[in-house]
Nanobody, 116 residues
Framework: QVQLVESGGGLVQPGGSLRLSCVAS????????MSWYRQAPGKERELVAS????????NYASSVKGRFTISRDNAKNTVYLQMNSLKPEDTAVYYC?????????WGQGTQVTVSS
């Protein structure tokens, strides 16, 4: 049974930091590219950051480049999203995604709220 379980969301003040984690099970994690997406109320889901299966290459949305860092630990079947200098517009539900060819797996999401 495939599972992606996100954690680490919460309420943070503008300028603060959070680290999201996503623990995977039920598939060969090290063979999958992993990504973080987010969806704000009334908006479409958007790609935030992605990382290749080996961790050798990353990609970021222009809105988060320089503030967010995606990383992975294949020994722990975990992908992370370090979020610094958070802004109110970063408020959204953040989803973990694992993809390879025709496989596409999603977590249940974790809420991130940036507000004073």
């Amino acid at each position: 049974q495939v599972q992606l379980v996100e954690s680490g969301g919460g309420l943070v003040q503008p300028g603060g930091s959070l680290r999201l984690s996503c623990v995977a099970s039920g598939f060969t994690f090290s063979s999958y590219a992993m990504s973080w997406y987010r969806q704000a109320p009334g908006k479409e889901r958007e790609l935030v950051a992605s990382i290749t299966s080996t961790g050798g290459s990353t990609n970021y949305a222009s809105s988060v480049k320089g503030r967010f860092t995606i990383s992975r630990d294949n020994a722990k079947n975990t992908v992370y999203l370090q979020m610094n200098s958070l802004k109110p517009e970063d408020t959204a539900v953040y989803y973990c995604n694992g993809a390879r060819m025709w496989d596409d797996y999603w977590g249940q999401g974790t809420q991130v709220t940036v507000s004073s």
